[in-house]
């Protein structure tokens, strides 16, 4: 069964940091895109970050660029999000997101974790 879990939200003032965790079971992870996104209240899920399989290639929205950094450990079957300077803005539910190949499907199913709340108070 796949299964994606967060971890590392809370409650951070502005300009802090938190990093958080999405750990990965149930399909063989280095094969395989992980994204984090986020939703705040009242708005629609934005992507903020995402790596790709083996070899690590990120790419990241705008409004966090150079705050944010995404990183995978292939052998604890982990992603990572550093958040630095974290703004008021960045308040939300933070997924982990993958695409992974079903053969009962004989299709790709995108699978969600179930979120965790970052709240950052100015």
């Known amino acids: 069964e796949v299964q994606l879990v967060e971890s590392g939200g809370g409650l951070v003032q502005a300009g802090g940091s938190l990093r958080l965790s999405c750990a990965a079971s149930?399909?063989?992870?280095?094969?395989?895109?992980i994204g984090w996104l986020r939703q705040a209240p009242g708005k629609e899920r934005e992507g903020v970050s995402c790596?790709?399989?083996?070899?690590?290639?990120?790419s990241y929205a705008e409004s966090v660029t150079c705050r944010f950094t995404i990183s995978r450990d292939n052998a604890k079957n982990t992603v990572y999000l550093q958040m630095n300077n974290l703004k008021p803005e960045d308040t939300a539910v933070y997924y982990c997101?993958?695409?992974?190949?079903?053969?009962?499907?004989?299709?790709?199913?995108?699978?969600w974790g179930q979120g965790t709340q970052v709240t950052v108070s100015s």
């Open positions: 997101n993958a695409d992974i190949w079903v053969q009962h499907y004989n299709d790709f199913y995108e699978y």
């Open positions: 149930g399909f063989t992870f280095d094969d395989y895109a």
């Open positions: 790596i790709s399989s083996r070899h690590g290639t990120t």
